[in-house]
Every structure is written in structure tokens, then in C-alpha cells.
């Protein structure tokens, strides 16, 4: 028999549908009858008691919102009758005992990465393309069309065959309108690569490195030094007009800070310096090229799984994230960590509810008080210009059940597993502490992707219930489906379904292991993610201001 509701925690006072439910229906759970006040769709919640004014409603077993006005046992939750609530949060003396998860079906066990001189291990091998500042961004799109093209990393064939398609049948004057827009398939997109071990060639375009502040150029210029640094990073080619808020000197020694010792061929141009623009790509391509030659060079190597760097996200999340996905992402993040691996968990507009639990995880008290300066900070500066993290969620997420941020936040830290809190970074600084990080990021999907690299993830998980085609630059990102519906409508960039957990077919630690074989064979090479294939790079650089 399917379960068509549910409730997360014994100390919940609401239900969640996992069906559509009718109102007048009455349904039962653990013995008690509930009278639908409401039509309940799938992903919503109904009170399992009558609530008043100022009530706590409480779900995961902690505060997310309070009652604005008298609802009826059985009554739909709603953005009209909750708003958001969180409890406090302080640091406090407490003894956190974690029990790690069985991994011995993983002892022993290996992936086929990059082995770089530092020890680090890359899941790919990417030459990297960097501009100092957006004036040189039509000069990466004139290399980036040049080089993937010839070296077979474009993707964009079928779309270019299909607007050819259209062009040959106005010219034949055929009726536009019976085009077939299937009829053009996605080729194999490594079958014409001229570099076998080159993963990929990568651009960092953004709209940063002058104008604003130079406190801007000075966060611009560490993430950039970190993207170049990455571990899946094998060669950098800097573009740099010259003039710019965000010197070339800058960045190198953001680079040298970071990595002392730092050996890969780093080609840096700077435009006003050149004798023309065609001479200065011309000679960008050619310098590159005899780059790829030699990073061609390096092959996979097994190497142990603690060596993976895996980051958590979740976006276009729905009312399923924090019952599926997430759960499910928070046990393959315990498999990780119990082998030794380093987990980032990130998006601090997102932990909004679940403070506390975090910090009395988190082994060092210097760390766990970053962590209340951080979100103490951040959720003022929202607050300061009218905002604040209460309103994170959007109308997709509240459409879908994610009625307060708390509701949205307590499902997403999930991703994090339960394992002790190793470490708290800073926007840009890097991982060095195996085990779970919290890194400050926006919530913002795009944002925080490229903040978690930049720590130095070397997959990303991505959890979404709505469906969304964010990617990175040079951490593959691997989509996980909260639901069966959502696989079926949008395939084509999704890699994992915990559709199955909805519907009980699979328990949340079944569907964890199945995802950490999955990271195993992408860590590999042996398989490669919807987002990669579809050369979805996303990159945004966070100005430090109010990004929710």
C-alpha cells in the first residue's frame, strides 16, 4: 500500500501530503483521523491539531513558523495563515556523538581521477580561461566559438543543424510549422575531441574586475585565484584589458597566497599592451593550444575516495527536497566522511532554522562562533536594507510547499548529513579539513555553486524539485530529482531520481548509496552529468552584498 502522507518528526505538529488529498477526505495516520479542512495537494501540509494565534508550528522537529490566526485540525498550511519563525541560536558547551554510517561496501574502494603535484585529485581536466575584468569577455567568446568548435567541444550541433533545417525550408517554401524539432539528435559530444584527456576548455565570463568597489576587484580577484587553483583546473590562460580595478598583480599574488608552490602553465595577456586584438587572440589561441598539448599528457589515476571533495546544493527546491533528496544527499555525505572525504555545505540564507543543530555539531568553538558572526552578519545586512533571510524562499519553492524559510532551510541542511562540523569558511577560503564544511554563500543557485568550488569541491550534487540547469565551470554538477514527476518532464538534466523514496520503493540510505556510486563513476569519468554534457557553466561571483 503507497503512503500518502507523512510526518518527518515525532515532535511535528503537521502532516505532509505525499498524494493529492481531497477536502472532506478523511485520512488516518498512526491511529488518529484527520478531516480535511482543505483540498491538500502533494507536498503540502495540514495541522494535526487545531492551532491558535501565535502557536508554534513545528516541523523537523524544530520551530518554522508561527500561526497568524485560528485553523482547524486538519487545515492546509498556507502563506496566509504562517509565517516565519526560528528560535534562537547561541554556542553552548555540548558533546555531539555521531554514529557513522556501515561503509564497508565502499572500503577499499577507488575512483579514476587527476592526481595533481599537490596531492589534491581532480575529477576532470579542464584548461580554464580567466578574464580580470568584463571588458575582455567578447574576446573569450571569439576563442571559446574558435576553440570548441575545432577541438570538438561544442554542443551546440543539433540547435545549428536544426536552424539550418528551418533556413532550407523557408527557402524550399515549405510550412514552417511542421518542422520536426526532434529530428536532430545530441551526438556523442567526446566522439571528435582532437585532446582525449582534456575534459574541456573553460570561461569565467562575468561583469566584475572594474566599476564598483574595490573592495569588489579585491573578492573578484580570490575567487578567480581559486577557480585557478582548483584541483579539476590543469591550465589557465588570464585575459586582462590593462586599465582595470583588478590588476593582473593582484591576482597572481591572491594565486601565490594560495597556493605557494603553484606549477601549472599560466598564459597571461593584457590588451593594451598588444600591438593589435587580433594579434592578442591569435596568440591567446596558440600559447593554449600548446598548453592542451601538454595536459593532454596526464592521464586518470586510481586514487582513495577520501581524496573526493563533494559539494551539496539544492535549488528550484520543492515541497519533497527535504524528504527525498536531501535526506538522501545527507546519507551519501555520511559514506563520504565516515571514508575519510570532504563534504561543503553551504548557503547560509538557507540554514535559517537549523543554527543551533549546526552548531552543536561543530567540533572547535572558534569555528562554531565564525558560523553565528557569519549568519548573525549576513541575515542583519539583509535585514538593513528591508529584507532578511525569512525571505529567501520564492514563489516556485512556496508554490510547491515550502511556505517559510525555515520550512525550506531545515529540509535543505539534510544535504549535510548528520556527521560533526569540521571546519567554517569564508566566502573563497579553501577546504583543508576533511569531514562536513559550512562555506558562506548566497542561497542563490548560481552563486553558490561557484562559492563551493571556489572551497574546492570537485562534484557538486544538486538537489531540485521544480527542475533547474545550473552547472559550474569546473566542478561537474550531478542533478538529483526529488520526484518521478519531475524525471519524466525534464530527463534531459537530470542524472539521479529519488523519485523512488516518495513512492517507498527505496529507503533514504538505499538511495544514498546508489548516489555515492554514482559520484564514483563521474569522479571516473565513467559517466558524465546532464550539466556537463550540455556545457551548462554557470558563474556569478558574490559582491558580499545582499544576495538571498
Known sequence: MVTRILKIHPNDNVLVALQNLAKGETVIYDGHEYILQDDIQAKHKFFMQDMNPGDHIIMYGVLVGKAQHFILKGGLMDTENTKHASDPYEFRPYHYEWRAPDVSKFEGRTFNGYIRSDGRVGTANYWLFIPTVFCENRNLDVIREALHNELGYAVTDKYKSYAHQLVEAYKNGEILEEADPNSIGLANPSANRVFKNVDGIKFLNHQGGCGGTRQDAAVLSKLLAAYADHPNV????????????????DFV????????????PLFIFEQQQSQSEEQLVKEAIRKTFIGL????????QPAPLSKLVLGVKCGGSDGFSGISANPAVGYTSDLLVALGG??????????????????????????ARKFIQLMTAYNQAAENVGSGFFMNPSPGNIKDGLITDAIKSTGAAKKGGTSPVEDVLDYTEPATKPGLNLVCTPGNDVEATTGKAASGATLILFTTGLGTPTGNPVCPTIKVSTNNALTKRMGD???????????GEKTIEQMGEDILEYCIKAASGEVIPKAVLLNQDDFIPWKRGVSL
Do not use: H
Open 234 to 249: 590543469a591550465g589557465v590562460t588570464v585575459l586582462s584589458l590593462g586599465c582595470q580595478n583588478l590588476q593582473v598583480k
Open 253 to 264: 599574488d591572491d594565486l601565490k597566497q594560495r597556493s605557494p608552490n603553484f606549477d601549472k
Open 293 to 300: 598539448t601538454e595536459i593532454n599528457k596526464i592521464e586518470r
Open 342 to 367: 570532504t563534504v561543503l555545505l553551504a548557503e547560509f540564507p538557507e540554514l535559517c532554522g537549523a543554527e543551533q543543530q549546526l552548531i552543536d555539531r561543530t567540533k572547535d568553538e572558534t569555528a
Open 493 to 503: 538534466i537530470i542524472d539521479i531520481n529519488c523519485g523512488p523514496v516518495i513512492e
